[in-house]
């Protein structure tokens, strides 16, 4: 979800040029960044805890 939102916040920076200030595209941009970097983590995460539930639930 934070990659959506941060695909959409990028797309209406690109799209509006002159309607917000420096300041807030370099925040948003800051944002964005930080959101990706925490979700493509916790993406991995979340792919190898189903990978093991499924190799490891027969076994329990």
């Known amino acids: 979800m934070a990659l959506g ?12 040029q002159g309607h917000y ?21 916790a993406l991995v995460l979340a792919v190898l805890a189903g990978i093991a539930y499924l190799v490891g639930s027969p076994h329990w």
């Open 21 to 41: 200030t420096r300041q807030a595209e370099s925040r948003t941009r800051t944002l964005t960044s930080i959101a990706k970097g925490l979700a493509i983590p």
């Open 5 to 16: 939102v941060g695909a959409f916040a990028r797309r209406d920076l690109g799209s509006e």
